[in-house]
């Protein structure tokens, strides 16, 4: 008989060194899956810049800044008369940061008049969290420390869950007879009696099935908690390890998402009936749902509530005050944690590129991206406007696709790849591989003027018929739009009118594989096949690679590789990577100005002047239309010095959607770059290239003045050294010699 319980004590002490063990090692490492989170840039406001009372209304309803007449606590702002009272949250990021702070603006005109910021004109609202990601059935939660806590949460939880946890060593024995009686009485295992500390023991480190032998494992392991750790260790780690619900395969764990995801604020800005609200779903996260269940819910709340009142936790005012309260959770979806779908899509697509996903979902990285929540609202309205006017009931099927970038950088500023931006599926900016049509038309202009000798923006090319009998034997003869031959025509009217026939004479002259060299050289990596096609757009695209194809015509002839992301932080905020900005010449820059000049005459007085509408009239921006054949896709690619948009319109099906890139596309190009901040593009040549009248034919210079003279941006190589007499015409670009006769002429 001693020899049994010898050897039942020296088991059990070896199941309670084991049991230690466990509990210590689990407790100190805090191996919670933390998925990494994807933030926007933060806001910025200053003077002057576009944008309208709505826009700023609908982003701090994004931002889920809530209503407050004295814009009190962070995270609040009041409406007072034509201004906006803001009280900021406080940020840290590889900037250093801003802190919390009250700031006014004055809104009328579509842009900020007056601002107002601790003696700053310029403020930055905090990045805001667009995203997480996580592996499927993963955990998700948003560690908070026991001192970010609100008070009144803690006061709540343990007047409502276990009264005595201040005064226990791991389990109570009251709680335990209580359960017991409840058990006898119902024949079978109802309650628990389990503290906060057992509470966590069994989220921690077993099962939630109500089995005798869990229970058995939870009560020393408790014990053992008890025994290492503080009572202010404990309960922090509950807070965060709690169990709320479920968002899909999503599990919400702790407090400090379940403020997130039931409210959309931060844990610190809640009011005493969010609180309760958090507490109440610990005793049934489903059963009490608050938006399955509200009236089920919104009684546990006010439950909560009262024991608060009753414990000296809250006072009888503010008990009927938050007792009357709605629940006032946000609809599900609603966070910014959906709202851009899309773009998110493409972070995780360039975040697997260095990361395995092991790492992302579970190691807390920050991931700072280069989203323009500004921008990106813009590009959405835009395209919904667009379609709903369009096609109001859907009928036609139209849908579409907006990528704007900031060219230098390379930044992806807005992604929309769905008339219903919120929702999920296929990338349509980023898998949805249509013919460019028309937006091809500006590589064989480049191409042509890349040879100097032979062209130049003035030189005369024929829009008439053209007939290519292709390998198999058939023949190739595109026709003009408006099924119409203009004769002779300058290559910056080619590209100006879109005219078909003059760009494929002028594409077959200058050589199909200068073209398709050009194309590459722009950014295109796909297969481009040598045919005639080509010229006119054949070649399919999604909209991301057209973006990619206009970057480096935006910018002068510099290519930079496009992000979506800036840098990466792990969860301590220390730096991991970053995404710096690469930049390489791959145009020269004379070429690219004359390219970039022939687009702005499309915006001017071509086929996007309906653009110019919606533009400050002295801003100069370039672009130009697309409509690939049947009318199936409608695009605009268009940019100034700070933006550059790509606007793709069709159907799904690639049926005629019955739209041009005039009429589907350019309205939505001209809607979003009006919403921009936006700067002109460069009139200042670069050397090499200097400003030429023109004679009619392309091929003598003129003078301001005489007849039908035109004024050319033209590289020096290109100047004719014929004149037509007309006027005083000065000799340029002749080098030393030319430029002494010029002085005295």
């Not at 989170?37 to 910025?44: G, K, S």
């Not at 609908?58 to 007449?69: E, F, I, P, T, V």
């Not at 579509?110 to 601790?118: D, F, K, M, N």
């Not at 489903?286 to 938006?291: A, G």
Request: hydrophobic share 40%; net charge neutral; aromatic share 6%.
């Amino acid at each position: 008989m001693g020899k049994v319980a010898l050897v039942s004590l020296v088991l059990g002490a070896a199941g309670l060194a084991y049991l230690d063990a466990l509990v210590r090692e689990r407790f100190d490492a805090h191996v919670w899956q933390l998925p990494a989170r994807v933030y926007a840039r933060p806001v910025e406001l200053y003077e002057g810049r576009v944008l309208s009372r709505e826009d700023m209304l609908k982003l701090l309803d994004l931002m889920r800044y809530r209503r407050d007449s004295r814009a009190s606590t962070p995270g609040s702002y009041a409406v007072q008369g034509s201004s906006l009272l803001l009280h900021t949250r406080g940020f840290s990021d590889s900037d250093g940061g801003e802190k919390a702070e009250r700031i006014r603006l004055s809104l009328s005109g579509g842009q900020i008049r007056s601002l107002e910021a601790g003696g700053d004109r310029l403020a930055r609202l905090e990045p805001l969290q667009i995203g997480s990601i996580h592996p499927q059935h993963a955990e998700d939660r948003v560690l908070v420390p026991l001192d970010k806590v609100p008070p009144l949460l803690v006061d709540m939880l343990i007047a409502t869950e276990d009264q005595a946890f201040y005064d226990h060593h791991g389990i109570s024995l009251r709680g335990l007879a209580r359960a017991m009686l409840a058990n006898i009485k119902a024949g079978r295992l109802v309650q628990g009696g389990s503290t906060l500390t057992q509470q966590l023991v069994k989220n921690f480190w077993l099962t939630s099935e109500r089995t005798l032998s869990r229970k058995l494992l939870e009560m020393p392991m408790a014990m053992l908690l008890e025994l290492h750790y503080s009572k202010e260790q404990i309960l922090e780690a509950y807070l965060n390890e709690v169990y709320l619900g479920q968002d899909g395969a999503r599990a919400i764990h702790g407090m400090g998402l379940g403020a997130q995801f039931l409210f959309g604020r931060p844990l610190e800005e809640l009011e005493p009936h969010h609180l309760a609200t958090l507490v109440a779903l610990l005793k049934g996260p489903s059963w009490y749902d608050p938006r399955r269940h509200p009236e089920r819910s919104l009684d546990r709340r006010n439950t909560v509530l009262k024991v608060a009142m009753d414990e000296g936790a809250l006072s009888k005012a503010d008990y009927d005050k938050y007792s009357n309260r709605s629940l006032e959770v946000v609809p599900r979806g609603a966070s910014a944690l959906y709202a851009f779908p899309a773009f998110i899509d493409l972070v995780r697509r360039q975040l697997a590129r260095d990361y395995p996903p092991e790492v992302l979902s579970d190691e807390g990285l920050r991931i700072h991206s280069t989203l323009d929540v500004l921008a990106q609202l813009a590009a959405e309205g835009a395209l919904r406007d667009h379609l709903n006017r369009r096609d109001p009931d859907e009928s036609k099927k139209l849908n579409g696709a907006v990528v704007v970038v900031a060219p230098a950088q390379g930044d992806v500023l807005a992604l929309v790849s769905n008339r219903s931006s919120r929702e999920a599926g296929f990338n349509r900016a980023l898998d949805a591989q249509r013919p460019i049509g028309s937006l091809a038309k500006p590589a064989v202009v480049l191409s042509a003027v890349s040879q100097p000798k032979q062209w130049s923006l003035a030189t005369q090319v024929e829009d008439g018929p053209v007939q290519v009998t292709l390998p198999n034997g058939t023949t190739w003869s595109p026709q003009n739009f408006d099924n119409q031959s203009r004769g002779a025509m300058p290559v910056v009217d080619v590209l100006t009118y879109s005219r078909n026939q003059g760009t494929a004479r002028l594409g077959l002259d200058v050589g199909l594989d200068r073209v398709a060299d050009t194309m590459k050289t722009l950014g295109v990596t796909r297969n481009i096949p040598l045919y005639p096609s080509i010229l006119l757009g054949s070649l399919e695209l999604t909209p991301f690679e057209v973006a990619m194809m206009y970057q480096p015509l935006s910018t002068g002839g510099f290519s930079t590789r496009l992000r979506s992301i800036t840098d990466v932080l792990d969860k301590e905020a220390k730096p991991l990577a970053r995404y710096p900005v690469n930049t390489d010449e791959v145009v020269d820059a004379g070429p690219a100005f004359l390219t970039q000049w022939a687009m702005q005459q499309v915006v001017e007085k071509g086929t996007g002047r309906a653009a110019r509408a919606s533009l400050p009239e002295a801003l100069k921006v370039a672009g130009k239309t697309g409509t690939s054949n049947d009318f199936r896709d409608a695009w605009f690619a268009g940019f100034s010095a700070n933006h550059l948009a790509v606007v793709w319109v069709g159907r799904d099906d690639n049926r005629n959607a019955g739209i041009t890139g005039s009429s589907g596309a350019l309205p939505v190009w001209a809607q979003l770059m009006g919403k921009l901040p936006q700067r002109s593009l460069s009139q200042t040549p670069p050397a090499g290239v200097e400003w030429v009248w023109m004679n009619p034919d392309g091929r003598r210079t003129s003078a301001e003045g005489c007849s039908d003279a035109r004024r050319y941006p033209m590289l020096e190589v290109s100047i004719p050294q014929e004149s037509d007499g007309c006027g005083k015409v000065k000799e340029t670009g002749k080098g030393i010699k030319g430029w002494f006769k010029g002085l005295f002429d």
